[in-house]
């Protein structure tokens, strides 16, 4: 029984996967040969460059008959990041960075994207321990104004947190990509701090503002989410009204 659920199991995983579309797209040998090198280089390079890509093409033939080098590089690697086998954006302030393992992004921003009140986090988190005490020591508060409820990234703070050879040369690169993410959201009127949307806090009001109706027992709980809209005032205004799904009784 056991061998022939597996063998059901096989059978099922062989056509689910032979209904997905990248199984019958045809690839350019080259591209393949290409992305082979990659995923060897990603053992000890997290991000290459754009100009490194482009000489490993020139390499293996590349461009095809019919078009340019930049055309076919970045077809080439916009399919690569279609199927995240990539990170790479077609945009003037990022295309020049190649990201081979998606990690290095999320190593990034868990500098600071982290809950500090847990020790995993924090006493027994190891890449980060050192790092950790040179911010307290150096900028305490700035510190208290990451982890104590403000959810501000200040700068000189982002300073320590990226003071290592595999973020400091790209910090320009990896702001952009966490701003567009919506990992951070730069603090109006300021150059150099960004509000940290994960580490936001839930507050209530203990009792409803004054000649307001008793809030019923059973009702929803409503939840304003702000995004910066860049109008004339440069002001954080509202944009999404979400209801929390959960019924208090």
């Not at 797209?25 to 992305?35: A, E």
């Not at 806090?201 to 009792?207: A, D």
Request: with cysteine.
């Amino acid at each position: 029984k056991g061998d022939s659920a597996i063998r059901d199991l096989v059978v099922a995983v062989e056509k689910g996967a032979a209904a997905l579309p990248t199984i019958s797209q045809k690839v350019p040998l080259p591209w393949l040969l290409i992305y082979d090198v990659l995923r060897r280089k990603r053992r000890t390079q997290r991000r290459v460059t754009l100009s490194q890509v482009s000489e490993i093409c020139v390499q293996y033939g590349l461009p095809h008959e019919g078009l340019t080098l930049d055309e076919e590089l970045t077809a080439m690697l916009g399919f690569f990041h279609s199927l995240n086998a990539i990170l790479w954006y077609d945009l003037p302030s990022l295309r020049e960075l190649v990201i081979l393992d998606p990690k290095w992004v999320v190593d990034a921003a868990t500098c600071f994207i982290r809950d500090f009140k847990l020790k995993d986090h924090t006493e027994r988190y190891e890449r980060m321990m050192a790092v950790d005490q040179s911010a307290m020591r150096q900028q305490p508060e700035a510190w208290s104004q990451l982890t104590d409820g403000d959810a501000t990234l200040q700068r000189p703070l982002l300073d320590i947190f990226w003071d290592d050879d595999d973020f400091e040369p790209h910090k320009a690169q990896l702001l952009d990509l966490l701003t567009r993410f919506g990992l951070l959201i730069p603090v109006p009127r300021q150059t150099d701090a960004w509000l940290i949307p994960a580490l936001l806090r839930e507050t209530r009001r203990p009792e409803p503002p004054f000649n307001w109706p008793a809030r019923p027992p059973e009702a929803a709980r409503l939840l304003l989410h702000f995004s910066l809209v860049h109008d004339h005032d440069d002001l954080l205004k509202p944009s999404t009204l979400v209801v929390d799904p959960e019924v208090r009784r």
